[in-house]
């Protein structure tokens, strides 16, 4: 049997920069691996967690569904669905919610962090402003992984936590029902380009400093222009080691391009002229993505349509295995099914 890798999205934010170096493009590239199997959905029940705004996160599912197809992601060879369109997971979800020590939830970093800020404000109630959603998380995230018996797992550094509660959780589960789960293993990539944002920091939605990925050229050029940089004169020797502007450059140019930029940061480049290469790099390898993505998003049928196809796909293999998880926990008719 092939390999499953499975990755999940939440459907809160228009794509950046960041999201499509660390993760899009290389979540694509496996994507084309003969020996794997990979799974990407759009994690619309998670993003209910952190946001009430029914019209963001349907524009989100629309952005995001319309971006990975435009980046090139071949629904014919991946399975590739959005997770609402699939009523098994939630009802997993609650399966191993029963199965769940809350002790091990309370260990949860998501939530740790919320009680923290709220002992910070000095607030009467440690748990002020966390939803039961915050709180159980990590056993959405495990139902999601669990039902696709995916033995990999693609993740930030900050996701760890939660597979290795998915491993716990499944542990458990099996041990008193029977071997049903596959124990799935993160995959955290160290090489995996970190992109920097316009003020130096991460590029993250939380910190406001992103590049959207699929704004009009000419915004592209504005917007790179804007990445912070120290005030040596055009001249003066800059050093590629410690430049956003270098550092971006690298994640879309090859490793004789790379070394050519080096010279020339070394020998003294304007900042001006550094970022317009720059910006001619990162246009070069996005126009035709932002073309395709373009016509995507004036076509959601055509994406509705394509996720339905994903939705049969994914159930094929979550309405049988639903059933036999059924069956070990004694929900099953009295008839003898
Ligand atoms: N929690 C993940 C994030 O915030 C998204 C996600 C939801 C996910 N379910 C998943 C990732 C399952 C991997 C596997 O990035």
């Not at 934010?13 to 959905?41: D, K, Q, W």
Request: hydrophobic fraction near 40%.
């Amino acid at each position: 049997m092939k390999k499953r890798v499975l990755t999940g999205i939440t459907t809160t934010g228009t794509p950046h920069l960041g999201n499509y170096v660390g993760a899009i493009r290389p979540a694509i590239a496996a994507s084309n691996n003969p020996e794997m199997l990979s799974f990407y959905f759009l994690a619309d029940y998670h993003a209910l967690i952190k946001c009430h705004d029914p019209e963001r996160i349907h524009r989100s599912t629309l952005e995001l569904a319309a971006t990975w197809l435009a980046c090139g992601l071949d629904p014919n060879r991946v399975v590739f669905y959005r997770q609402s369109d699939i009523p098994e997971i939630p009802e997993l979800s609650w399966i191993l919610t029963c199965m769940t020590a809350k002790g091990l939830m309370n260990r949860a970093h998501a939530y740790k962090a919320c009680v923290d800020q709220n002992q910070i404000e000095k607030s009467k109630d440690p748990d002020k402003g966390i939803t039961m959603g915050l709180f159980s998380y990590p056993i959405l995230m495990a139902a999601d992984i669990l039902m696709f018996r995916a033995n990999t797992v693609p993740v930030g550094k900050d996701q760890i936590q939660h597979l290795e509660m998915a491993r716990d959780i499944a542990s458990r589960f099996n041990h008193h029902f029977g071997e049903l789960f596959v124990l799935p293993e993160a995959e955290v990539d160290e090489k995996c380009a970190v992109l920097a944002g316009l003020d130096g920091r991460k590029m993250s939605k939380s910190y406001n400093n992103t590049v959207p990925l699929f704004v009009p050229e000419k915004k592209l050029r504005k917007l790179l222009m804007k990445i912070k940089t120290d005030s040596l004169p055009p001249e003066a020797p800059k050093d590629p080691a410690t430049s956003s502007v270098f550092e971006m450059y690298c994640a879309f140019a090859d490793k004789k391009e790379q070394e050519a930029m080096k010279n020339r940061y070394l020998a003294g480049i304007g900042w001006g002229e550094a970022k317009q290469e720059l910006f001619e790099k990162i246009n070069a390898e996005l126009e035709p993505l932002r073309n395709r993505y373009e016509d995507l998003i004036e076509q959601p049928e055509k994406i509705e349509d394509i996720l339905q196809q994903g939705a049969k796909k994914a159930r094929q293999l979550s309405q049988p295995f639903l059933e036999k998880i059924r069956q070990a926990i004694g929900i099953r008719g009295l008839n003898g099914s």
